[in-house]
C-alpha cells in the first residue's frame, strides 16, 4: 500500500499539484463530513422529512476523482449525493435548506436529500430510482458527442445499482456508440442490507463486466487519492480524445445504514467491522496523515480546517432552519418545463431540440 501510494503520488498527475490543493482536498472532506454530521442531527431533531443517505466513509471519492473535472465535464450521481454536490461547488446553505424542504434549498424544497441539483455547475443530480442515473449520463454524454464538445460523463453508481437492467443497456449503448461516459461504481460492499457476495455474480471485480462490452474498466483504492487521480485522469483522458466509455470501480466503505433510518451495524455487518474501518481506513484521517507526512499540514492546522467546516455547517443549519418552506401556491411550479415556458411550446414537440 505505502510502495503504491508513492509510485501514484510520482505520477505526473499528481506531481503537478500544489500542496494547496493537497490540502483543498482535505478541507473538502471536511466539509462534506461535518455537513453530513450537522444533517444527521437536524434529521434526528425532527427537521427534515424523507430518507437521508450520508456519504461518510466514501468522501475521498468524490473528492479525488471531481478534482479532474474541466469545463466540459459533467457528473451526476445516485441518492448518496451531498458530497457529489459540494465538491462540484454547490453551497452548504442552499444543499441544507433543500434537505429540509426549505424553499430556499437547491430545489426549492421539493426534492429533499436525494435531489440536489445544479446545472449551472455541471451537477446533474442526485437520482432516487437505483440505476436511474446511469441512461441519464449516458444522455449526457451523448449530448456533448452531438455538439462536438471534447467533455465527459462521470456517471456515479454504486455495487447494487450494476445488477440493473438499465445500467447494461446504458454500457451496451456507451460501446457501440463510442460515448464519453465515466462510470464509477461506488463499491461500499453493500446495497441496502445486502451484502455483495449475496446479490452480485462477478469473478474478481464488478468492473470487470465492462470486458463483455468491449469497454476499457480499471479499478482503485477509496484510500488512495492519487491512485484514484491517475485512474480518473486515465478515463477523462480517453473520453476527450478517443470518445471512448470507461467503468472504474472504486472500493470505500460506507459508516451509516443504508439511509439512517435503516438498520446498520448487527443486522447485515457487525459493529466490529465498522469500527475497523473507521480506526484503519478512514479517508479523512490517511489524507490528513499523508499530508502531515509530506510537511504541507500540521495538526494545528488541520484542526483548523475541521473547526471552519463545523462552523460552516453550523450556518447552514440556522440558514434552514430560519427559511420559509415553499408555499402551498408554488406546488405546481417547476413540474414540468413546458408548463413554466410555454413561450417555447411548438407543435413539432422540439422544445429542448433548438
Ligand atoms: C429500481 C429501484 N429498486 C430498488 C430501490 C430501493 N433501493 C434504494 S437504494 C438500494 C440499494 C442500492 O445499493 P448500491 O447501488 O450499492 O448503492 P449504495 O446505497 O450502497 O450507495 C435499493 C435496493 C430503488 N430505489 N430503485
Ligand atoms: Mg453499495
Known amino acids: 500500500m505505502e510502495a503504491d501510494t508513492r509510485s501514484f503520488a510520482e505520477a505526473e498527475i499528481n506531481r503537478r499539484l500544489t500542496p494547496d490543493q493537497k490540502v483543498c482536498f482535505l478541507r473538502d472532506m471536511y466539509r462534506i463530513r461535518r455537513f453530513e454530521q450537522a444533517s444527521l442531527k437536524a434529521y434526528n431533531a425532527g427537521k427534515m422529512g424523507g430518507f437521508l443517505h450520508l456519504y461518510t466513509g466514501q468522501e475521498s471519492v468524490a473528492v479525488a476523482t471531481m478534482s479532474l473535472l474541466g469545463p466540459n465535464d459533467h457528473v451526476i450521481t445516485a441518492y448518496r449525493d451531498h458530497g457529489h454536490a459540494l465538491v462540484s461547488g454547490m453551497g452548504m ?17 421539493k426534492g429533499g436529500s436525494m435531489h440536489l441539483f445544479d446545472p449551472e455547475k455541471r451537477f446533474w443530480g442526485g437520482h432516487g430510482i437505483v440505476a436511474g442515473q446511469t441512461p441519464l449520463g449516458l444522455g449526457l454524454a451523448y449530448g ?3 455538439k462536438e464538445i471534447a467533455g465527459s460523463c462521470l456517471c456515479y453508481l454504486g455495487d447494487g445499482a450494476v445488477n440493473q437492467g438499465t445500467y447494461h443497456e446504458s454500457l451496451n449503448l456507451a460501446s457501440l456508440m463510442s460515448l464519453p461516459v465515466i462510470y464509477i461504481i461506488e463499491n461500499n460492499g453493500y446495497s441496502m442490507g445486502t451484502s455483495l457476495a449475496r446479490s452480485s455474480a462477478f469473478k474478481q ?3 470487470e463486466r465492462a470486458e463483455g462490452y468491449n469497454i476499457v474498466w480499471e479499478h482503485a483504492s477509496g484510500e488512495n487519492i492519487y491512485e484514484m487521480r491517475v485512474k480518473t485522469e486515465a478515463a477523462i483522458e480517453r473520453a476527450h480524445e478517443e470518445c471512448r466509455p470507461t467503468v472504474l470501480e472504486i472500493a470505500t466503505y460506507r459508516y451509516y445504514g443504508h439511509s439512517v433510518a435503516d438498520a446498520n451495524a448487527r443486522k447485515y455487518r457487525s459493529p466490529e467491522e465498522i469500527e475497523h474501518y473507521k480506526t484503519n ?8 496523515k499523508r499530508l502531515i507526512d509530506e510537511g504541507h499540514l500540521t495538526e494545528e492546522q488541520a484542526e483548523a480546517l475541521d473547526l471552519a467546516a463545523r462552523a460552516e455547517a453550523d450556518t447552514a443549519v440556522r440558514f434552514a432552519d430560519e427559511s420559509p418552506f ?10 414540468y418545463y413546458e408548463v413554466d415556458h410555454p413561450e417555447g411550446n411548438v407543435p413539432r414537440g422540439t422544445h429542448f431540440f433548438n
Do not use: N
Open 93 to 109: 446553505g442552499e444543499c441544507m435548506a433543500e434537505l429540509f424542504g426549505k424553499a430556499t434549498g437547491a430545489s426549492k424544497g
Open 144 to 146: 456533448l458527442k452531438y
Open 205 to 207: 471485480l464488478l468492473a
Open 281 to 288: 481506513h478512514d479517508p479523512l484521517r490517511l489524507w490528513q
Open 326 to 335: 415553499p408555499t402551498e401556491a408554488d406546488i405546481f411550479a417547476d413540474v
